[in-house]
């Protein structure tokens, strides 16, 4: 009898060292390659400490993580680096001494790595998350230049026009629909020949999937899907071109996506959408723009308050201030702005109304951060209501899609027809 409670004693105690001194597990470990950066996440029900440096010839990051197991999870990290991803080669996973788990990321150039902790949020648990950047950021007018979609030089301007009644500088952009209005003075001056470019914003991505529908649709494979369509018409459009502010499944802080329009001296910034509420009966289009006096709904402000928690799902370094995100609207350029926004987002919420149900038959404004540009018009566009079973449908549609793009296509060109965009300065690129 005694010699069975000492081996149960002994069993006990076994259990106990083991729980007492067992690692942390990694429960998910994923990569997201895009040409911006590439991140790195490691997901686990505890916070894990970590010390990351780097070394050269050849270039690698090496990050030393504490008291963790390696886990199912870390074996299969090094299986998803594909080929195509512009800065990690391979990743390799050891025991480097008791107690310490390395991870060495073989490097394909030298990069900024931006190495950073979240909290819990949503599904997630902890995340230690890395961000491999190149040394020195994509520039979106290079990126268009390199793919010989357009000249984003500016030609010689021509004579001033009115802002209303100025035709632009396509014809096939001009709306025979629109009524014509009495000449004006002339207010400002126009190039003629320029390129029209549009940041189109694919909504959510990677480790923020936005709204999902009760089929599993995600919110962000839609908004990529449509994104993209949209891009294609335009760029079939003469005189247009656009930039796609994400094109992989992968995330964007609310700031760059801003911050990239603006290198790239966008003329218009459509941030596309698929929206969800608590009620499934809830469905119809909607056009947003940014509110410098607070929203001009409750649904709104929850709208807002919702996209603008995107930074939180998807995760982003809290050490690197935003500028765009913190910044106040008191100035004259951000009221103007605002204006044309307004004027965009009427045009678009029209011509949505023939393809979709509207959800409201105005368009509404709220503190969106993604749209908060001082000097370019900027739009939230909700496409639909992914947590509406039919609309979902609709969403997953790619006949749908298409007729979604044209109808944004359609007020673009409504709004440039009646508003010729002024001329902004452009990086001279050759053919």
Not at 19 to 25: D, K, L, P, V
Not at 118 to 123: A, R, S, W
Request: aromatic fraction near 6%; include cysteine; proline fraction near 6%.
């Amino acid at each position: 009898m005694l010699e069975r409670a000492l081996r149960l004693t002994a069993l006990l105690c076994l259990l106990w060292i083991h729980t007492a001194f067992a690692g942390i597990a990694v429960s998910a470990a994923r990569i997201w390659p895009a040409q911006d950066y590439t991140r790195l996440t490691l997901e686990s029900k505890q916070p894990i400490l970590y010390n990351l440096f780097t070394l050269s010839n050849p270039e690698r990051l090496v990050i030393d993580l504490e008291d963790i197991d390696i886990t199912p999870a870390l074996n299969e990290l090094s299986g998803k680096i594909g080929k195509d991803d512009p800065y990690i080669k391979s990743v390799r996973v050891g025991r480097f001494k008791a107690g310490v788990v390395r991870l060495v990321l073989d490097l394909k150039a030298q990069v900024k790595p931006q190495l950073f902790s979240l909290q819990p949020v949503g599904d997630y648990g902890y995340r230690l998350v890395l961000d491999v950047y190149p040394l020195v950021a994509v520039d979106p007018l290079m990126q268009l230049a390199q793919q010989g979609e357009t000249k984003l030089a500016a030609s010689e301007p021509a004579a001033a026009t009115s802002s209303v009644d100025a035709v632009p500088a396509n014809p096939s952009l001009a709306m025979p629909s629109e009524p014509v209005a009495k000449p004006m003075p002339p207010a400002r001056t126009e190039f003629s020949n320029r390129v029209l470019l549009i940041a189109v914003d694919a909504g959510h991505g990677g480790e923020d999937p936005g709204a999902r529908g009760r089929r599993g649709t995600h919110e962000k494979d839609v908004t990529l899907a449509i994104a993209r369509k949209l891009k294609a018409q335009i760029d079939d459009t003469p005189g247009m071109r656009a930039i796609l502010i994400r094109d992989g499944d992968y995330f964007i802080p609310l700031g760059m996506r801003v911050e990239k329009a603006r290198k790239a001296h966008a003329d218009l910034f459509v941030s596309i959408h698929a929206d969800a509420f608590v009620r499934s009966s809830a469905h119809g289009s909607s056009v947003f723009a940014l509110s410098e006096h607070g929203a001009t709904s409750a649904s709104a402000r929850w709208l807002a308050k919702k996209e603008n928690e995107a930074d939180l799902i998807g995760g982003v370094n809290l050490a690197v201030k935003d500028p765009y995100l913190a910044r106040t609207l008191l100035d004259l350029s951000q009221t103007a702005t605002i204006t044309d926004s307004l004027k965009l987002a009427r045009q678009v919420l029209r011509e949505l109304g023939g393809v979709n149900s509207l959800h409201r038959g105005h368009v509404e404004q709220a503190g969106f951060a993604v749209l908060k540009s001082p000097d370019t018009p900027s739009i939230l566009v909700e496409t639909a209501f992914i947590s509406n079973p039919k609309e979902e449908l609709k969403l997953k549609d790619e006949g749908y899609q298409e007729k979604i793009a044209q109808a944004i296509l359609g007020g673009l060109k409504h709004y440039f027809a009646l508003n010729p965009a002024l001329s902004k300065p452009r990086m001279a690129q050759s053919d």
